[in-house]
């Protein structure tokens, strides 16, 4: 039915949202500044640069940003180390896709650096054919940039893709792409995601059998 399939990367591909909710805690406390959970998880797959100007309340210039950026995912890197795992049930999506034929990529709210954290400590990246990072694209979710920026690049329609996502920012970037869209319950609650009206609606990807 689909041609291929595009996953978000934090909280979808691996469930590390709580090492990203402790490190965004740590960075702020670090600044002299606060941010709570609630936050961290309302704001989830926006960019960095969205996260900074509200935990300085100002607009933090692109470089100071940067910077900024550099030192909180490296923080995020060396807390989820230890914890690093594909998420329950993934890698039977994975082979299932590959032996139907179906196209795989990757779009994400997260820097590059992370992206390779992830898919070099799993040792899944040739699995990938393309990958779209927060670096090849204007707006962050809920617009769809990403979503569209990948699908142009795999050379396909948006209602060619399924979108995987675990949060309420993705699930509505993949409406606006005009994509199908599964959510899994690994960030929000069920009844949060619920709201969304996603396709398919999951705590685990073990639960999807055929697409």
Not at 83 to 110: N, Y
Not at 162 to 189: I, S
Request: proline share 4%; with cysteine.
């Amino acid at each position: 039915m689909f041609k291929a399939y595009i996953f978000d990367m934090d909280g979808t591909l691996v469930d590390n949202c709580r090492w990203h909710v402790l490190s965004w805690q740590e960075f702020a406390r670090r600044h002299g500044r606060g941010i709570s959970e609630r936050q961290v998880l309302d704001w989830m797959g926006a960019t960095s640069s969205y996260y900074m100007d509200r935990i300085f309340g100002r607009s933090v210039p692109p470089d100071e940003c940067a910077e900024l950026t550099r030192e909180k995912e490296a923080l995020y890197r060396e807390m989820y180390a230890p914890h690093l795992r594909l998420a329950d049930g993934l890698r039977g999506i994975l082979e299932g896709a590959r032996a139907k034929g179906v196209r795989l990529a990757i779009a994400t709210g997260g820097s590059m650096d992370n992206v390779d954290f992830v898919l070099d400590g799993l040792g899944i990246r040739s699995r990938f054919e393309t990958i779209v990072d927060a670096s090849q694209y204007a707006r962050g979710k809920p617009a769809p940039d990403c979503y569209l920026e990948t699908a142009s690049r795999l050379g396909l329609e948006p209602r060619e893709c399924l979108v995987f996502e675990d949060a309420v920012g993705g699930v509505r970037a993949a409406r606006a792409a005009g994509m199908k869209v599964v959510a899994v319950t690994a960030t929000m609650p069920r009844d949060v995601l619920a709201a969304e009206s996603p396709d398919w609606l999951v705590d685990s990807f073990a639960e999807l059998g055929e697409l």
